[in-house]
């Protein structure tokens, strides 16, 4: 599954929101949106799953070209699925039971399948099977937002777009969930596309990055080469480095050495970092 974009721009009310985006979304990677606020990352995510039309440029999917509208129509994107910046914008039904099933019922799905799918990604998702029956809008935060994406989850979508899926989770279910996800994407071979703020995770789990500056997208590229070797895009985005990056550097100033971590990971960077660290009689953790 390959979804290309072409020169592809937005505008809305007479402002670009997007111009001249071309990119390549290659199946089974883990691929970061970066940008400031009001870079364009939400149109664009919305144009790559047909949320919002684009107004010029071409958009195929496998090589098959999908209807670009210039009438402001949306368009179906096969089997890519959206979880919205904030839950309460997809989800409508008034079970957790009835929301996670939603997506397989519209397709036919028999009742026993339904049931064997609502289990199983709950279980993935780490949902206690008590939350069936209650009304999604009215659990926590944190397992509301866990119900958004167990609902696009449970239609096992080739490419799943996550819109800030951490924002408003404490640290602990922040890291807990993206290893859920990421553990999802390995196992299924799927593409994830993972819009963020959160700089730390997406040096952690991406395989490719993705930098938006005032809707045109900056760079493109595997994300060791963006914070070991580029960083300066992220200056020029206005964007932190990584704070197991900044610790690399800080040592690599104060040891006078070059150290060349195996890849932007913190583990990586911490097992390069800590013997210098030692070696200068200060105190490290862990
Ligand atoms: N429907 C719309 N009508 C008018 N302007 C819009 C519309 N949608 C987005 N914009 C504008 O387009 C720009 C990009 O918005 P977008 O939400 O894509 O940015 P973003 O990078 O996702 O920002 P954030 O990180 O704050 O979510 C912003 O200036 C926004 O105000």
Redesign the pocket.
Known sequence: MVYELKDVGVR??G?D?LQSVSCTLQKGRWISVI??????????AQVITGLTPFCTGEYTHNGQSLPGDRRGKRTAVPQAGYVF?FPEQQIFETTVYKELAFALKVKGAAPDKLDEAVKSVMGQLGLPESLLQQNPLQLSGGLKRLVAIASVLIAEPELLILD?PTAGLDPLSRIALLKKLQAWQREKRRTVLF?S?QIEDVAEYSDEVMI?TQ?RLLAHLEVNELFLRQSKLLEQAGLPLPEPVQLLRWMEAASGRSLEPASCREEDILRLVRPVWQSRGLHHGG
């Open positions: 809305i009310n402002k929101i940008g400031q606020a009001g870079a364009g990352k939400s149109t664009f910046q800030e819009i703020h938006f809707g």
